[in-house]
């Protein structure tokens, strides 16, 4: 039997509804834990970065948002004086930069 009718407006399906990845990626990249500021970068960070990258590579026009998130991410750091969470923002706009193409 097959009901289909508009009775549930409100219902959407998953792929109406956009899905923000970069919402997403951008917080992943910075751990729960205090960021050291000399030393190695922890490899789990550097595989979110190659996601993000990855994925500013294959979706362009996201790279201004991407941007942005990160400009405040900067921000808040820079007030709150943790500059190991600015050293990783730093290095992640240095890979983006690397790693796309000029326009």
Do not use: H
């Not at 508009?6 to 997403?24: D, E, L, M, T």
């Not at 970068?41 to 294959?58: F, S, W």
């Not at 820079?78 to 730093?90: E, H, Y």
């Amino acid at each position: 039997m097959n009901t289909t009718c508009g009775c549930f407006p409100s219902i959407a399906a998953a792929s109406v509804v956009p899905v923000k990845r970069y919402n997403q990626l951008v917080p992943a990249i910075f751990p729960r834990s205090d960021v050291p500021l000399e030393g190695e970068t922890d490899p789990a960070v550097l595989r979110q970065i190659k996601k993000l990258l990855e994925y500013v590579q294959k979706n362009p026009e996201r790279g201004p948002k991407v941007s942005r998130r990160l400009a405040r991410r900067l921000e808040k750091a820079m007030s709150r004086r943790q500059w190991g969470v600015a050293l990783l923002v730093a290095r992640t706009y240095s890979s983006l930069l690397e790693g796309l193409p000029p326009t």
